[in-house]
């Protein structure tokens, strides 16, 4: 896609320019500026009068006879961004234009061609205005076109990987959603190969930086806009524009080499900024990124959404209290003067789709398995159905119902504390029942990103929270479930109910790998190290820094365990510290450090996520 004006190098490439034989004098780093406008002077101190941005023909007849006068016009058109300045010969100047011209154009950059043959002015005005109209039209077309099929996105409540599907068959250019810690979410490579395009992903992201929220970087070919919402942003999502192109050869064509050894204009052009339809679709695209994550739509029966509903209510004060209990009350569960205990089932690990796993959250890779968009609602309506049915079948009263796209939750409604226990034990003795799958052994194999898999299917664990006494506490036991449940995915062990004494510093950080406040705290602690070690990949500090910090400090145990020198690695410690500009003898530095490692490998996804779309 061209941009919406023609560039100095697509101008001298039209018919009527051609046709005057042009031959490029000076100026060859400015071919690729836009033209905006055509302008014919023939008088010195035309300047003043224009605004930037115009392709100025002359033949030269009204033009200084004197160097500094030729210098001097030349300076003011530079001065004030003309893109170039074209001069037909045979009425000023019969065989080329003075020396001391060519040469102030070279020196501040302006492309200067002569045409060699007479020809029209108005031809070449009418060829490069009709050039921008049309392209303007396309341009608009063009956005007409992409606010439309992003509004229906929007509202169809599409998945990450349709929106990002969409933008790259849009644009025809790669497309990547990354969150916060440069982990891929989601990518379209547009026909290239997604192996190139996600190699070393994280260290290659490290090095866009564009100025602004949504800007161009030059010198990596990406266009980047941030993801978010709320003033909460979560992600960026990037497009690859590489820009530039050869005047002489390929569709753009090539302006005709001097016949008496001029220097010929076809030449190799930089990377020229993306089109401003681009622009409006990444950041279309990103308003419908964020705003799916805010939708949620919802298949489920209109009991099983009332009873999702009051939970809901419960987790984002939605709806007062007293209303949440005297609307379960009319479903026929009583929750005024009971021992309340949140409870959450979910499956374990993050299993793709189209292995049988839960539905995964927008965004997540897993989110593009190949069982496509309905099997993990499907399979969390079942097991949202599995949890009913044991409730049922343990005689217990309570809410239930999904309260993500992972997870379902219960709250039960106990006569007495006493019996939290005892009703815990039957719940999960129940679920067991209702779903036949043993649950992941200690022994058992473990996929690829730590989780426990029974031959018989996915298995599920069930996570409890504190016990309350009032509806008004249950958030907090809730949460406290939904936390536990998320923390305790991927252990091994074979509880049959956890709770908060069994989940650790690990799993807590891994709990809130998705929380842009956490990613913050890894970027402002290992940010610089990150960037460092992806400046200067055969050094990798942060496995030094690991090292020393799993050896509890000990300099002499942390060589060893990097296999380095003493000398070699207390250079590296010392290099380590420069570069974060910490003390690595302050324990509250490196207890820091430790943590922002911690939260590192949580939010790192072990392999890149699969490809969601065949080759177009």
Same mark, same amino acid.
């Given at each position: 896609?061209?941009?919406?004006f %023609?560039t100095?190098?697509?101008?001298?490439?039209?018919?009527?320019?051609?046709h005057?034989?042009?031959?490029?004098?000076?100026?060859d780093a !400015?071919l690729?500026r836009?033209?905006?406008w055509?302008?014919?002077?023939e008088?010195?101190?035309i300047?003043?009068?224009?605004?930037? *941005?115009e392709l100025?023909?002359?033949?030269?007849i009204?033009l200084?006879?004197?160097?500094?006068?030729?210098?001097?016009f030349?300076?003011?058109?530079?001065d004030?961004?003309?893109?170039?300045l074209?001069?037909?010969? !045979?009425?000023?100047y019969?065989?080329?234009?003075?020396?001391?011209?060519?040469a102030?154009?070279?020196?501040?950059?302006?492309?200067?061609?002569?045409?060699?043959?007479?020809?029209?002015?108005?031809?070449i005005?009418e060829?490069?205005?009709?050039?921008?109209v049309?392209a303007?039209?396309?341009?608009?077309?063009?956005?007409?076109?992409?606010?439309?099929?992003?509004t229906?996105?929007?509202?169809?409540?599409?998945?990450?990987?349709?929106v990002? @599907?969409?933008?790259?068959?849009?644009?025809?250019c790669?497309?990547?959603?990354?969150?916060?810690?440069?982990?891929v979410?989601a990518?379209d490579?547009?026909?290239?190969?997604?192996?190139?395009?996600?190699?070393?992903?994280?260290?290659h992201?490290?090095?866009?930086?564009?100025?602004?929220?949504?800007?161009y970087?030059?010198?990596?070919?990406?266009?980047?806009?941030?993801? *978010?919402?709320?003033?909460?942003d979560w992600?960026r999502?990037?497009?690859?524009?590489?820009? $530039?192109?050869?005047l002489?050869g390929?569709?753009? $064509?090539?302006?005709?080499?001097?016949?008496?050894?001029?220097?010929?204009?076809?030449?190799?052009?930089? %990377?020229?900024?993306?089109?401003?339809?681009?622009?409006?679709?990444?950041?279309r695209?990103a308003?419908t990124?964020?705003l799916?994550?805010?939708?949620?739509?919802?298949?489920?029966?209109?009991e099983?959404?009332?009873? @999702?509903?009051l939970?809901?209510?419960l987790l984002?004060?939605?709806?007062?209290?007293?209303?949440v209990?005297?609307?379960?009350?009319?479903?026929?569960?009583?929750?005024?003067?009971?021992h309340?205990?949140?409870?959450?089932?979910?499956?374990? !690990?993050?299993?793709p789709?189209?292995?049988? $796993?839960?539905?995964?959250?927008?965004?997540?890779p897993?989110?593009?398995?190949?069982?496509?968009?309905?099997?993990?609602?499907?399979?969390?309506?079942?097991?949202?159905?599995a949890?009913?049915?044991?409730?049922?079948?343990?005689?217990?009263?309570?809410?239930?119902?999904a309260?993500?796209d992972?997870?379902?939750?219960v709250?039960?409604a106990?006569?007495e504390?006493?019996a939290?226990?005892r009703?815990?034990?039957?719940?999960?003795?129940?679920?067991?029942?209702?779903?036949?799958e043993?649950?992941?052994?200690?022994?058992?194999?473990?996929?690829?990103d730590?989780s426990?898999?029974?031959?018989? !299917?996915?298995?599920?664990l069930?996570?409890a929270?504190?016990?309350?006494?009032?509806?008004?506490?249950?958030?907090?036991?809730?949460i406290?479930?939904?936390?536990?449940?998320?923390?305790?995915?991927?252990d091994?062990?074979?509880?049959?109910v956890?709770?908060l004494?069994?989940?650790?510093?690990?799993?807590?950080?891994?709990?809130?790998?998705d929380?842009?406040?956490?990613?913050t705290?890894?970027?402002?602690?290992?940010?610089?190290?990150?960037?460092?070690?992806a400046?200067?990949? @055969?050094?990798?500090?942060?496995?030094?820094?690991r090292?020393?910090?799993?050896q $509890?400090?000990?300099?002499?145990?942390?060589?060893?365990?990097?296999?380095?020198s003493?000398?070699?690695?207390?250079?590296?410690?010392?290099?380590?510290?420069r570069?974060?500009?910490?003390d690595?003898?302050?324990?509250?530095?490196?207890?820091?450090l430790h943590?922002?490692l911690?939260?590192?490998?949580?939010?790192?996804?072990?392999?890149?996520?699969?490809?969601?779309h065949?080759?177009?």
């Open positions: 896609m061209s941009p919406v %023609p100095v190098r697509e101008v001298l490439a039209l018919d009527p320019v051609r005057g034989a042009p031959r490029l004098v000076a100026g !400015g690729d836009p033209v905006r055509v302008h014919v002077t008088v010195p101190d300047a003043p009068l224009l605004g930037g *941005g100025v023909l002359s033949t030269g009204g200084p006879a004197d160097d500094a006068g030729l210098r001097a030349i300076g003011d058109l530079a004030v961004g003309v893109s170039g074209v001069v037909e010969l !045979g009425r000023r019969v065989s080329a234009v003075p020396r001391v011209m060519a102030a154009a070279q020196r501040r950059g302006l492309p200067l061609v002569e045409l060699r043959r007479a020809t029209p002015f108005v031809r005005t060829a490069v205005h009709a050039l921008i049309d303007q039209l396309t341009e608009l077309r063009a956005t007409e076109e992409i606010h439309q099929r992003f229906e996105l929007s509202v169809e409540g599409a998945g990450p990987g349709e990002i @599907r969409q933008a790259a068959e849009l644009s025809g790669p497309v990547v959603l990354e969150n916060l810690s440069r982990q979410l990518y490579p547009a026909g290239e190969s997604a192996e190139l395009l996600l190699d070393c992903w994280e260290q992201s490290r090095r866009i930086r564009p100025a602004g929220r949504t800007a970087d030059g010198d990596s070919g990406w266009l980047v806009t941030t993801v *978010g919402a709320r003033g909460q992600g999502l990037l497009l690859r524009w590489p820009g $530039g192109g050869d002489g390929g569709e753009r $064509g090539g302006v005709a080499p001097a016949e008496e050894g001029g220097a010929p204009v076809g030449i190799a052009a930089p %990377p020229v900024a993306p089109p401003t339809r681009l622009t409006i679709l990444v950041e695209a308003s990124l964020a799916g994550r805010l939708i949620r739509r919802d298949a489920e029966g209109l099983r959404q009332i009873h @999702r509903t939970l809901t209510a984002d004060h939605s709806l007062p209290v007293d209303e209990a005297l609307r379960a009350r009319a479903l026929g569960v009583v929750l005024d003067r009971r309340l205990v949140g409870v959450v089932v979910r499956h374990r !690990g993050d299993e789709v189209g292995e049988g $796993g839960p539905a995964p959250e927008p965004g997540h897993a989110d593009q398995g190949s069982g496509g968009p309905a099997a993990g609602p499907a399979r969390l309506r079942d097991l949202a159905e949890v009913g049915q044991a409730l049922h079948e343990a005689k217990l009263t309570g809410l239930t119902g309260i993500d992972q997870a379902v939750g709250l039960l106990l006569p504390p006493a939290e226990e009703a815990l034990a039957a719940f999960a003795t129940a679920l067991r029942r209702t779903r036949p043993a649950p992941a052994r200690p022994d058992g194999p473990i996929r690829p730590g426990g898999r029974s031959p018989g !299917g996915g298995a599920v069930v996570a929270g504190s016990g309350v006494v009032g509806l008004r506490e249950a958030r907090r036991s809730l406290e479930a939904r936390q536990i449940a998320d923390a305790a995915r991927r091994r062990r074979d509880l049959p956890f709770r004494p069994h989940v650790g510093l690990a799993g807590l950080l891994h709990l809130l790998r929380e842009p406040r956490l990613q705290f890894v970027e402002r602690e290992l940010g610089a190290l990150l960037a460092y070690d400046q200067h990949p @055969r050094e990798q500090l942060l496995g030094t820094l090292a020393y910090l799993e $509890g400090r000990n300099k002499s145990a942390a060589a060893g365990a990097a296999h380095l003493r000398p070699a690695f207390y250079e590296r410690l010392a290099r380590i510290r570069v974060l500009d910490v690595l003898d302050s324990v509250e530095a490196c207890l820091s943590v922002a911690l939260a590192l490998d949580a939010i790192r996804t072990p392999n890149p996520p699969p490809n969601p065949p080759p177009r």
